[in-house]
C-alpha cells in the first residue's frame, strides 16, 4: 500500500531558527495535509494542499506540494518554543481525495537548550 | 465544545478483557475515523465510516476489533480480548465530505489511552 514518508525524523533548533522537513511518497498523493501534534492530544490541521506546485502559507508556516505529487515540504521561519512538537504529513491514499487518509511517521521538532 | 470528543481518555484494564471507546464526531461531519497511535510513530489508520457506512477497516485489524457507528453520528470501537499489544492511543477523528472535496480535513479529539496489563 501506499505510504509515507518523513524526514528528518527529529531535529532540535535554536528559538528563531528556520526549520525544514519533507514528505516523500513511491506514488502520486493528490492532496497533502500537514498536522501537528502536541503531546497528549490529537493532530491539528496546520495547511491543506490540493494542486501540484501549489505554496500555501499559515502565518508563519509554509507548505508546497511538490511538482511531482510525490512529495511536499514543510517550512517554519523564525521558530518559538510553541513550535515545539510532531508534524505529520498526511494524504488519501487513492486516487480519490475521498479515500481514507494515512498519516506519516512524522518528525518531532525540539529546542536546544 | 462543538469539537471531537472521545471517551474515555484513558483505561486500564486486565488482558483478556473487553473494553469499548466512545467516540461523538462533530455534529455536521459525515465521515469518522479510527487510528491507533504507538509512541514515536504516527496514526495507524484503523477503520472509517461515511455515515452508518464501513468503507474500510484496516487488514491490520483482526477480529478481535470491531467498530459501529449505528445512526451515522457517535461511534464505538470495541477490542475484545485484549492483548497487551493493544496498549496505544485511540484516535478519533470526522471530517465533512462534500463536492469540494475537503475529506481530508479531519478534525481529532483527544484520544483515549489504552494500558493492558
Known amino acids: 500500500g501506499q505510504q509515507l514518508n518523513q524526514s528528518p525524523q527529529s531535529m532540535f533548533i535554536q528559538e528563531g531558527e528556520d526549520v525544514s522537513m519533507n514528505c516523500t511518497s513511491s506514488?502520486?498523493?493528490?492532496?497533502w495535509l500537514w498536522y501537528k501534534q502536541d503531546p497528549g492530544e490529537g493532530p491539528v490541521l496546520l495547511i491543506a494542499?490540493?494542486?501540484?506546485?501549489e505554496l500555501t502559507s499559515n502565518g508563519r508556516l509554509t507548505a508546497q506540494f511538490g511538482i511531482t505529487r510525490k512529495d511536499s515540504f514543510l517550512n517554519i521561519s523564525a521558530s518559538i518554543p510553541s513550535d515545539v512538537g510532531i508534524y505529520f504529513c498526511?494524504?488519501?491514499?487513492?486516487?480519490?481525495?475521498?479515500?481514507?487518509?494515512?498519516f506519516g511517521s512524522g518528525t518531532r521538532l525540539s529546542i536546544r537548550p | 465544545d462543538t469539537g471531537v470528543s472521545q471517551d474515555p481518555r484513558h483505561k486500564i484494564t486486565k488482558r483478556g478483557q473487553n473494553v469499548t471507546f466512545r467516540c461523538d464526531p462533530i455534529?455536521?461531519?459525515?465521515?469518522l475515523y479510527w487510528y491507533r497511535q504507538t509512541l514515536g510513530q504516527g496514526p495507524e489508520f484503523l477503520t472509517y465510516?461515511?455515515?452508518?457506512?464501513?468503507?474500510?477497516k484496516s487488514r491490520l485489524l483482526s477480529d478481535r476489533f470491531s467498530a459501529e457507528r449505528p445512526k451515522g453520528s457517535f461511534s464505538t470501537l470495541e477490542i475484545q480480548r485484549t492483548e497487551q499489544g493493544d496498549s496505544a492511543m485511540y484516535l478519533c477523528?470526522?471530517?465533512?465530505?462534500?463536492?469540494?472535496?475537503?475529506?481530508?480535513?479531519?478534525?481529532f479529539g483527544e484520544g483515549s489511552r489504552l494500558t493492558v496489563l
Open positions: 455534529s455536521e461531519h459525515n465521515r
Open positions: 494542499l490540493y494542486k501540484a506546485g
Open positions: 498526511a494524504g488519501p491514499s487513492g486516487y480519490s481525495s475521498a479515500s481514507k487518509i494515512i
Open positions: 477523528a470526522s471530517s465533512l465530505l462534500t463536492g469540494g472535496n475537503r475529506a481530508g480535513e479531519l478534525f
Open positions: 506514488s502520486i498523493f493528490n492532496t
Open positions: 465510516f461515511q455515515n452508518e457506512a464501513q468503507l474500510e
